[in-house]
């Protein structure tokens, strides 16, 4: 039995709904194919594909990165706006491919607004100049008469979009990324560059680019940026055909929080910061079957609860992690699967979706105290060069919680990664449940359920309702399952 004690009263952190944040790249079949295909019986008259939107509108996503990734350092923004019949096909360098600029800035913009979540571009710092991006924040922000707000009128679209959030470059570090830099040229041009667009666009958060939270390049970028910056970004994904590898490796994001953390509160403290950046996970995922193309990763449900266990994380530590980008959304690495006839979600979909459904203003502070798992995890089992062995033993539930702000509703998300159903005692700390609880839980799927797409794998999503008695909950988690519990909380 494993037992899961809440504690209302101890707040966590408030929850940014950023936490719950997509990510799409112009890459293999993300956007053109995706989410955007003209003439498409599917789509609307702007191009958008109505299945995609509907399955994306329910993950309420509150921020949306774009147009990439790797892709965007030698994306030129100014080519993908205009009459789209005059707009030029330039080579990609990221991925080897084209593209049209048929979905460019307006369209982009058009769609967050239509799925009702904020944007967040990120900047092409590879052959991208500092004169480029200022031209690009003044397109999309600018109130006044100048040249490229004046620009933005002409296509048709008069108010400025409010863009918040831009992003200083994509993995700038590596030698996949067109124009990458060393650590100490990045902090140089990426200061250059936030400075001059904070004089722009005072109110333009600016995420700087990290790595995985752990490196030197995240120690030097923190220290040079901490100053100008509201985020440090860190990218992670994990996976591996090893189950216990799987499931268990999304906890080195724990370490990366950690880490990355004490690195911003060093910085801060040495020069005497007010102001402490965050943390925006903008890329993290379940990667590691298809490397090169267009990326068309076909999920299991081991690696939903690899999916569930990264967003435990990121609710359990959201004082820090103010933004998490799920990468991607669409056909690339992605929750959502299309072809031209139908969208369907692979597992990983219900964890996110379940999630941003359940939490709520607060994450409170949750103690497992349950069986515990320290496999053998062979090092050679991941393609990616991090390990989690250190971190063992691993509770086989994994839990978060959060309440509302009148401490009046509680949610529990449980990842059970036990081969066998295990029992929980879910135990309100100085509070009572008030009276029934929802139970959500979700499994792989069985011959129930229905193939829309042959070779995109099924799960099974059943709801029922658990009576509390005072303080304690005790429901039967089965093998390999992720629960979420929505519950009152009895007026004291
Ligand atoms: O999401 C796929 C790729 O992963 C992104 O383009 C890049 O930023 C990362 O390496
Ligand atoms: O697969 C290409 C690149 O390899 C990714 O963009 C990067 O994250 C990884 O190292």
Request: aromatic share 10%; proline share 5%; net charge negative.
């Amino acid at each position: 039995m494993t037992r899961i004690a809440i504690t209302p009263s101890r707040p966590v952190g408030r929850i940014d709904r950023t936490i719950f944040g997509g990510f799409v790249e112009h890459l293999g079949r993300c956007v053109y194919g995706g989410l955007y295909e003209e003439g498409s019986p599917l789509s609307d008259d702007r191009g958008f594909r109505k299945d995609v939107l509907g399955l994306l509108r329910d993950l309420r996503l509150g921020v949306l990165r774009w147009p990439g990734g790797n892709f965007v350092s030698n994306y030129h923004w100014a080519d993908g706006i205009g009459p789209k019949d005059g707009r030029p096909r330039r080579p990609e360098l990221a991925w080897g491919g084209e593209d049209s600029n048929r979905f460019g800035t307006d369209e982009f913009l058009a769609y967050c607004a239509e799925l009702g979540t904020e944007p967040y571009i990120c900047l092409n710092m590879g052959t991208g100049t500092l004169e480029e991006a200022l031209a690009w924040v003044e397109y999309c922000n600018s109130a006044r008469t100048t040249y490229w707000a004046a620009k933005r009128r002409e296509n048709g679209r008069g108010a400025p979009y409010g863009v918040r959030y831009w992003g200083l470059g994509n993995e700038m570090y590596g030698e996949w990324q067109v124009g990458a830099l060393s650590a100490e040229e990045y902090v140089r041009e990426a200061t250059r560059w936030g400075r001059a667009i904070r004089m722009l666009d005072p109110g333009a958060r600016l995420i700087g680019c990290g790595k995985t939270g752990w490196t030197e390049w995240d120690a030097v970028v923190i220290d040079g940026l901490a100053g100008l910056v509201d985020y440090h970004s860190i990218h992670l994904y994990t996976g591996s055909d090893d189950y216990w590898t799987n499931v268990l490796q999304p906890h080195q994001a724990e370490r990366a929080i950690m880490s990355a953390r004490a690195m911003l509160q060093r910085a801060a403290y040495r020069q005497k910061l007010a102001r402490v950046p965050r943390i925006a996970y903008d890329e993290w995922n379940v990667w590691y079957r298809e490397m090169t193309g267009a990326l068309e990763e076909r999920y299991t449900f081991a690696d939903a609860l690899a999916v569930g266990t990264y967003l435990n994380i990121f609710v359990r530590n959201c004082d820090w992690v103010r933004m998490a980008n799920l990468a991607q959304m669409v056909n690339a690495i992605a929750p959502i699967v299309t072809s031209t006839e139908a969208a369907t979600v692979q597992p990983i979909y219900y964890p996110v979706l379940l999630h941003a459904q359940a939490a709520l203003d607060t994450a409170v502070d949750v103690h497992v105290d349950g069986p515990t798992v320290s496999p053998d995890l062979p090092p050679e089992a991941t393609r990616w060069p991090h390990s989690v062995a250190d971190l063992a033993p691993f509770t086989l539930v994994d839990a978060a919680a959060s309440v509302t702000d009148h401490m009046d509703r509680v949610a529990v998300t449980l990842v059970n990664r036990s081969p066998a159903p295990e029992t929980a005692r879910v135990v309100l700390r100085d509070a009572a449940f008030g009276g029934t609880a929802t139970i959500r839980t979700v499994t792989e799927g069985g011959d129930g359920e229905r193939r829309v797409l042959p070779d995109v794998a099924t799960a099974r999503l059943t709801e029922g309702s658990e009576v509390a008695k005072d303080a304690v909950l005790v429901l039967t988690l089965p093998a390999q399952s992720f629960t979420v519990v929505e519950a009152a909380i009895a007026a004291a």
